[in-house]
């Protein structure tokens, strides 16, 4: 069983919802990852996603653009990100990682290298923002080779019938983005949610996670209320920006690894609640 | 695959449903996207079949844009270079000076068969917007324009005219502050206003059906160049010659004789400062495939996959990608992509302005350089076809700087 299947199936026997926190992977430098991806499992994360920057983040509002220009300023790339989950994996084998990023990273590396890389790395889930599954006939294979689930995103413009080609495809859970726009927008509608997500149900048996604009532990509770995970990335990243610039890197780090921590173990008490 | 296998199909039958031109084009695009492309997709296949719509877009063409352009014969820029005829395709004498309208007038009837009340665009040098925002004042639409803030303040002009008809010029500030990071945030605003929003893409590049709708509205040139050449030579050109940024000039131009295996295509890139120094805007010539906009096409892009700046004299060539129908046109080596310098493109200008009276934009400064090559190489009695795209008014400023002159 993948570790995203797994972790699925143990929230639930706990009744129980997963909390899947977003950052951009050396944002704002290459030192604080690894140390966050343990302080987050610590304040309660199930699943970490690790965003891999790239130059043209279309579909990411100014949060996550920035975040992207700052891990870029140390030209982190997609490989530096497989090794970080890697040494990740030398004291964590249980929390499921899923990398998302945009498409052209993967396709330089070339689809059959990044799949057995990231496998091998201790991945276990792809998004992959900018390749449906109509463009995808040879990427999912090269993914499921390497026993990768490709997570792809739901929104709320995705018609029943394009949903069901989405699912089939779709492994370990799907995302639902809960509003049209760009990450980190403000409004979330969470009895909207609610009735999309009872048509995504119809639909598929997989998990759903519903993320973009989960702010803090009443959105994250609320959402909770009716998804099988909720995911929050802009709000956790904009402490990165605030102790970016004003403090050294260690300080920086050590402040934001603790705020983050902090806001992630509110949420888990609301979830949990 | 060659010329030669793709013989049971012709070339102008591409791209498939889906957007491919062999491997490249397509729909690359986050999930939110995907409905509203079908949806303009259906619009396009629809609307280009209905006899009214053809109607009215040609009387917009003849009325409003002005056409046909005329052919012009060069005569004594073809004397002094001594070499084959040379044709100029007066895309320049469009209204609002290049060829950017034809596109923009087509688009915004389907905006308004499509019910849509307000219109996007990105801009590099500033002709798509101010074509944008003419067509939008037209109907009276909301028109936002999203430019980079380095063109901004290199196209100051473009930027009042906008201003002028009414659209909210957005300086963006992300990325390296050109037109690249304008689609980005042209995408994100559409991506959050799908619901009343009608994106205006200025080339034949993005997900599908961009690259093809763009094509058809733009190849208007081709149709009439080609009409024209019988006219004036009774016969096809032996060569066409476009600049190339995203490529929709060109592309408007080449495709009508995609067929026409005896006309040799030219589409030249910017070689800015030269390819050797890496500072240049020539995916086609000095880049690799990826993805990036929307379309899987030739890119300029570190090893890791990032997307990296481009340099080119020309705001409107100024663009790390190309349209995926010239990507695959390289490949199959149907059309040859060149390049040429800032510095020989600003002869090309100084050129044609003193010998013809004509001043070329700095993009097609580009393709009138390559002429400048390609010309003497031919007999007296071929001919080249070279697409004027726009004219050079909105870069008098910058010809001038780079020539040590203050105003």
């Given amino acids: 069983m993948s570790r995203i299947k797994g972790c699925f199936a143990q929230l639930k026997e706990n009744n129980k919802k997963a909390l899947i926190p977003y950052v951009a992977t050396g944002d704002p430098n290459p030192e604080i990852t690894l140390d966050l991806m343990h302080a987050m499992v610590e304040s309660g994360a199930d699943i970490i996603e690790l965003g891999v920057p790239f130059s043209d983040p279309m579909a990411d509002g100014p949060v996550i653009q920035k975040a992207s220009e700052r891990a870029l300023i140390y030209g982190t790339s997609l490989t530096d990100v497989l090794a970080i989950v890697k040494s990740f994996r030398t004291t964590n084998n249980e929390t499921p990682v899923v990398i998302m990023g945009y498409l052209n990273p993967i396709e330089v590396m070339g689809y059959e290298t990044f799949a057995k890389t990231a496998g091998e790395s201790g991945v276990d889930g792809v998004l992959t923002v900018d390749i449906p599954p109509e463009e995808a006939d040879t990427y999912i294979p090269a993914l499921r080779k390497y026993d990768l689930d490709p997570i792809f995103l739901l929104s709320p413009t995705t018609t029943k019938e394009r949903m069901q080609i989405i699912c089939q495809h779709a492994s370990g859970f799907v995302y639902y983005v809960s509003v049209k726009g760009v990450t980190g927008t403000s409004a979330l509608n969470t009895d909207g949610v609610a009735k999309r997500l009872e048509v995504i149900k119809e639909v598929t048996d997989l998990p759903v996670g519903v993320g973009f604009g989960i702010k803090n532990a009443g959105t994250a509770a609320a959402v909770g209320q009716v998804a099988e995970a909720v995911v929050v990335g802009s709000a956790l990243v904009n402490l990165v920006e605030k102790n970016a610039h004003s403090l050294s890197n260690e300080e920086g780090n050590k402040k934001t690894i603790k705020e983050i921590s902090q806001v992630l173990s509110s949420m888990r008490s609301a979830m949990d609640a | ?407």
């Avoid at chain 2, 492309?37 to 009387?59: G, H, R």
């Avoid at chain 2, 395709?89 to 007038?105: F, I, M, S």
């Avoid at chain 2, 063109?151 to 100051?156: G, K, S, T, V, W």
């Avoid at chain 2, 010029?169 to 042209?186: F, H, I, P």
């Fill in chain 2, 1 to 407: 695959m060659t010329i030669e296998q793709q013989a049971d199909k012709k070339l102008s039958d591409m791209p498939d449903e889906k957007g491919h031109f062999g491997q490249y084009g397509g729909m690359f695009v986050p999930e939110t996207l995907m409905e509203p492309l079908d949806e303009l997709n259906q619009a396009y296949i629809k609307y280009f079949q209905d006899p009214e719509f053809l109607a009215e877009l040609d009387n917009d063409l003849a009325n409003y844009v002005g056409r046909p352009s005329p052919l012009y014969f060069a005569e004594r820029w073809s004397r002094e270079l001594g070499g084959a005829k040379i044709y100029l395709k007066r895309e320049d004498l469009n209204h609002t000076g290049a060829h950017k309208v034809n596109n923009t007038v087509g688009q915004m009837l389907l905006a308004k068969r499509m019910g849509k009340t307000r219109i996007i665009a990105e801009t590099g040098a500033g002709q798509h917007g101010v074509a944008t925002a003419t067509v939008a004042a037209r109907l009276g639409l909301e028109c936002v324009v999203y430019m980079g803030a380095e063109d901004i303040q290199r196209q100051a002009l473009n930027v009042y005219r906008m201003k002028l008809l009414g659209a909210r010029v957005v300086s963006v500030e992300s990325g390296s502050r050109t037109l690249k990071d304008a689609l980005n945030e042209a995408m994100r605003d559409w991506v959050t206003n799908i619901d009343n929003t009608f994106y205006i893409i200025g080339t034949a590049a993005g997900p599908h059906p961009y690259p093809v709708m763009v094509r058809d509205f733009q190849a208007v040139i081709g149709r009439e160049a080609k009409e024209q050449s019988m006219q004036h030579e009774g016969r096809l050109p032996d060569a066409l010659v476009a600049c190339i940024g995203g490529g929709s000039n060109a592309i408007g131009l080449f495709y009508p004789f995609v067929d026409d295996l005896d006309v040799s295509m030219y589409g030249v890139e910017a070689a800015g400062h030269g390819l050797e120094t890496g500072e240049h805007a020539a995916p086609l010539c000095a880049g690799k495939p990826g993805v990036l906009h929307g379309n899987r096409t030739y890119l300029m892009e570190d090893r890791h996959g990032q997307i990296i700046p481009t340099h080119s004299v020309s705001a409107g060539l100024d663009y790390p990608g190309v349209g995926p129908e010239h990507s695959w046109l390289k490949d199959i080596g149907r059309a040859n992509y060149v390049s040429v310098t800032d510095e020989e493109a600003l002869r090309g200008f100084h050129d044609l302005t003193k010998i013809e009276g004509i001043m070329p934009a700095l993009e097609s400064s580009h393709a009138i350089a390559y002429v400048t090559k390609l010309a003497p190489t031919m007999d007296n009695d071929q001919i080249i076809i070279a697409n004027l795209s726009g004219r050079g008014d909105k870069d008098i400023h910058t010809v001038a700087t780079i020539d040590g002159i203050e105003f």
